[in-house]
Structure formats: C-alpha cells, structure tokens
C-alpha cells in the first residue's frame, strides 16, 4: 500500500510539472524584447545631400524623444548591457538601446550633454581610423563619452564592408580597430560590434568569434530577444523627418 502511494504521488507530481511546463514556454515567448535604436548624428547643422540629411537628427527633436523615454519610464541600456543581461537568462522590460554609428563629433558636442541632462545612455561606435579627422569626434572626446557612462564600441577601421574581404581583411578591419580603442580609451576591449552598412558574410561569425565579439548588430528591423543568433542582432533605424509618434513606435515592442 505504501508503495502505491508513492507511485501516485510521483505520477502526481509529474503531471503537475507537465502542465506547467506550456505556461513556462507561453510566458517566455511572450516577452517582446528590446528596440535597438540606430542614429548616426544630432546636429543643428543639416547636411544638403539627401542620405546626410535622413540621418540627422535635430537637437530638438532628440532631446523630445530622450523626454518621452523618461516620462514614459523606459530605462536605455547600452548595447553592452543588454548582451550582458542576456548572458544572465534576464529578459529587460520597458528598455531600449540607443547606438550611433561612425563616430561623429557631434556625438560629445551635442548628443552627450542631451543624454547627460535625461539620465540616459547610449551605445557609440566608432571607425577608428577616422577618429580626429573632420568632423569626427577626437579620443580626448571619445574617453569624455567613456568617462560619462557611455559605451565606446567598434565600427571597423576604415567603415569597410566586412562581406567584400576575405578572412585576414576582415580580421585586420576589425581587430585593428578592437586595438585602437583599447590603446587609446584603455581596458576593458570592447565586446559589441556594428557592422558597416550592415553587411557581413558567414565568415564574418568566425572573426568575431576570434576577436573575442559576444554580440554584433545589422541593420534587420526588429527587436533583441536572445543571443540566439549573437552576430546578427537587429536595429531600427531613426530617422530625421520621424515624429514623435513614429519615434514612440519604434521605441517599443
């Protein structure tokens, strides 16, 4: 008799755990992620060529959009971050990444003294050969963004598309760069990536895996659930002429 009673006890139990385990899987696939922002400049001055122009965003209109983040409660991580509390089986709930692409000088001038006045932060990638040349930010600016909480990441050397070189050009594009920024912003290196335009190829996975990359991001619209697939996170892309509305659109889930 006490054998029995054990048995359905057991069988019991696993029956319980049977109809747990769909509302764990519901649950999980319920969280809708977190929006990967990508800006490449905040500025007053508007490019007159057309691509320039879609990829500046006014002062104004950011500071906007980094005060509906905050009155909506929405907390920014950077892109490190967010790999991180991945890594730590964490699902981030009302969270968004902001990442500006190529380094611009804007970046400490204009966009730094934006985020600092809304408690914000941000995620800066940089083509490190370009650092102090026109335009672009200097490493006396880039080691400012550090100092401030910003992440200070890799956008490749020279913004070269990593899918038209074979292994040892993307290796040197990238791991230059890597060493650039630990040279001259100090340790840690950085483990986030961004590839120029986007592109990468299946040989690009390796690299990164090589150079010791933990998470890469594209420019594939949606959002980041997993590091599932760690070398093609996607982003969305913010644009000048959005509105405030289309912003809060992109901004969540």
């Not at 490493?139 to 020279?158: S, Y």
């Not at 390796?206 to 599932?228: K, N, W």
């Not at 509305?245 to 901004?251: C, E, G, H």
């Amino acid at each position: 008799m006490k054998l029995l009673r054990r048995v359905f006890a057991a069988a019991c139990a696993a029956l319980a755990c049977a109809s747990l385990a769909p509302q764990r899987i519901a649950a999980s696939s319920a969280w809708p992620g977190v929006p990967v922002l990508m800006y490449h400049k905040v500025d007053a001055i508007v490019p007159s060529d057309a691509v320039g122009r879609d990829l500046t965003v006014s002062p104004e209109d950011f500071a906007a959009q980094l005060q509906w983040l905050r009155a909506h409660g929405i907390r920014t991580l950077t892109a490190a971050q967010l790999t991180d509390a991945l890594a730590r089986g964490e699902r981030p709930e009302r969270s968004v990444v902001l990442t500006f692409d190529d380094g611009y000088a804007d970046a400490a001038t204009t966009a730094l003294p934006l985020l600092r006045r809304y408690g914000a932060t941000a995620s800066f990638y940089v083509s490190a050969g370009f650092v102090g040349t026109p335009r672009h930010a200097t490493w006396r600016q880039l080691r400012e963004l550090r100092a401030a909480g910003m992440e200070v990441a890799c956008h490749g050397t020279f913004h070269l598309d990593l899918s038209t070189l074979d292994r040892d050009g993307q290796r040197a594009e990238a791991g230059h760069c890597l060493a650039k920024l630990v040279r001259y912003l100090g340790a840690p290196q950085p483990f986030t990536y961004v590839y120029p335009a986007g592109k990468y190829d299946d040989v690009t996975f390796a690299v990164m895996r090589e150079l010791g990359i933990r998470a890469a991001f594209t420019e594939i619209p949606g959002t980041v659930t997993s590091l599932a697939q760690p070398y093609t996170l996607p982003r969305r892309r913010v644009r000048r002429d959005d509105s405030l509305a289309a912003f809060a659109s992109l901004a969540t889930p």
